[in-house]
């Protein structure tokens, strides 16, 4: 069993559950002793909206964020890659993005799991789903915040973090990570995981496999669409997903144009008649 996996039986098996409607007590800040603990020595796994956001936010290309702050780990059990962000080279291992002072130079854009700390959201099932989806509270001895009294309910915490696009990307990034076809046994060849690595993470790239191969006349794209993928990160990413239902998972998500198909139809009637 896996590090994550362990993780997630663990809070399955021994964290009380909290509903939206749920209290909790808690209050950071610079004036506290623990100031930055919670942000060293710590697994942080990236979404591609995080990664998004915090390349953007350092002004970075993703080929070059990616490069410079993250590890993919090797996991058997895992059917996609999944970064990790990477800690400074330090005897305490802090996070790169952590000022001493200051606290988060990229508070704005921190990840989800730094957004929604000392909150956690899990599920009995793989998926999060509506009806089974509930919040926990992590209490680690060094986070003297949870001694604050600071009285918000869970719905309040969530909302003062900004999570919601967070959550909108997450729910898509779920249905690509947790697609059934994997219970069910399909393998992505290594050209299918360099489809989702681009689509979802190196954006740059999957901006010119769009605009510079022969993508746009291959599908219906419409001028106003195109122009938004040019210039809109966040359409991009959304874009992406669409097309890896298509590649991955087989779906016609896009729209194939019509003199494509009859070249198709064409090539596999002759390729048949010569069989």
Same mark, same amino acid.
């Given at each position: 069993?896996?590090?994550?996996?362990?993780?997630?039986?663990?809070? @399955?098996?021994?964290?009380?559950?909290? $509903?939206?409607?749920? +209290?909790?007590? /808690?209050?950071?800040?610079?004036?506290?002793?623990?100031?930055? +603990?919670?942000?060293?020595?710590?697994?942080?796994?990236?979404?591609?909206?995080?990664?998004?956001?915090?390349?953007?936010?350092?002004? @970075?290309?993703?080929?070059? /964020?990616?490069?410079? +702050?993250?590890?993919?780990?090797?996991?058997?059990?895992?059917?996609?890659?999944?970064?990790?962000?990477?800690?400074? !080279? &330090?005897?305490?291992?802090?996070?790169? /993005?952590?000022?001493?002072?200051?606290?988060?130079?990229?508070?704005?854009?921190?990840?989800?799991?730094?957004?929604?700390?000392?909150?956690?959201?899990? $599920?009995?099932?793989?998926?999060?789903?509506?009806?089974?989806?509930?919040?926990?509270?992590?209490?680690?001895? /060094?986070?003297?915040?949870?001694?604050?009294?600071? !009285?918000?309910?869970?719905?309040?915490?969530?909302?003062?973090?900004?999570?919601?696009?967070?959550?909108?990307?997450?729910?898509?990034?779920?249905?690509?990570?947790?697609?059934?076809? *994997?219970?069910?046994? %399909?393998?992505? $060849?290594?050209?299918?995981?360099?489809?989702?690595?681009?689509?979802?993470?190196?954006?740059?790239?999957?901006?010119? *496999?769009?605009?510079?191969? $022969?993508?746009?006349?291959?599908?219906?794209? !419409?001028?106003?669409?195109?122009?938004?993928?040019?210039?809109?990160?966040?359409?991009?990413?959304?874009?992406?997903?669409?097309?890896?239902?298509?590649?991955? *998972?087989?779906?016609?998500?896009?729209?194939?144009?019509?003199?494509?198909?009859?070249? %198709? &139809?064409?090539?596999?009637? &002759?390729?048949?008649?010569?069989?």
């Amino acid at each position: 069993m896996n590090e994550l996996e362990n993780l997630k039986q663990s809070i @399955l098996r021994e964290y009380p559950r909290l $509903s939206a409607d749920d +209290h909790i007590s /808690f209050r950071c800040g610079a004036d506290l002793a623990c100031f930055n +603990h919670c942000c060293a020595d710590v697994n942080i796994f990236l979404t591609p909206y995080d990664v998004l956001r915090l390349r953007r936010a350092q002004g @970075l290309g993703s080929a070059s /964020f990616l490069s410079r +702050h993250t590890l993919i780990p090797f996991d058997k059990n895992q059917n996609l890659p999944l970064p990790l962000l990477k800690m400074n !080279d &330090s005897p305490t291992k802090e996070c790169p /993005f952590v000022d001493s002072e200051r606290g988060c130079i990229v508070y704005a854009d921190r990840p989800w799991p730094c957004r929604m700390y000392p909150m956690g959201v899990a $599920s009995p099932n793989e998926k999060i789903e509506a009806g089974q989806k509930f919040y926990f509270l992590m209490k680690e001895d /060094f986070c003297l915040g949870l001694q604050e009294k600071r !009285d918000l309910s869970v719905t309040e915490w969530v909302n003062d973090q900004g999570v919601l696009p967070y959550e909108e990307f997450g729910e898509l990034f779920k249905q690509v990570t947790l697609n059934e076809a *994997f219970a069910q046994g %399909l393998k992505q $060849s290594p050209q299918q995981v360099d489809m989702y690595w681009s689509a979802l993470y190196d954006l740059d790239k999957f901006r010119k *496999f769009i605009f510079n191969t $022969s993508f746009v006349d291959r599908f219906e794209l !419409d001028a106003v669409e195109m122009d938004t993928l040019r210039d809109d990160d966040e359409a991009l990413l959304r874009f992406g997903f669409r097309w890896l239902d298509m590649a991955l *998972f087989k779906k016609l998500s896009l729209k194939v144009k019509t003199e494509v198909l009859n070249r %198709l &139809s064409a090539k596999s009637t &002759s390729t048949a008649a010569n069989a």
